[in-house]
Nanobody, 117 residues
Framework: QVQLVESGGGLVQAGGSLRLSCAAS????????MGWNRQSPGKQRELFAT???????NYADSVKGRFIISRDNAKNTVYLQMNSLKPEDTAVYYC???????????WGQGTQVTVSS
């Protein structure tokens, strides 16, 4: 079992920045890749950023060049630096962790990000 707790969400103006954190606890020794997804009303849930245990990253086109994912394995924490925020970035943001040999996925409870125009 892995528990993931997101923090850092809030209200920000368009063009601003926000930094999210996701701390993992529990059976953390078997965590593999970690990442972020988001969901807003009327939209499908979007997985937009991933980072491997070795630090390799991958981004969706919707956030590439604006968001940066990173992780601190010693602290069991993944981060999301969000820059040049747009109103369409408004969503609940969730982090995930792939666990074990077959990558069972654990998800956090989410944190709300609201971007005003």
């Amino acid at each position: 079992q892995v528990q993931l707790v997101e923090s850092g969400g809030g209200l920000v103006q368009a063009g601003g920045s926000l930094r999210l954190s996701c701390a993992a606890s529990g059976s953390i020794s078997s965590i593999n890749a970690m990442g972020w997804n988001r969901q807003s009303p009327g939209k499908q849930r979007e997985l937009f950023a991933t980072i491997s245990s070795g630090g390799s990253t991958n981004y969706a086109d919707s956030v590439k060049g604006r968001f940066i994912i990173s992780r601190d394995n010693a602290k069991n924490t993944v981060y999301l630096q969000m820059n040049s925020l747009k109103p369409e970035d408004t969503a609940v943001y969730y982090c995930y962790a792939g666990w074990g040999h077959n990558n069972y996925y654990f998800w956090g409870q989410g944190t709300q990000v609201t971007v005003s125009s």
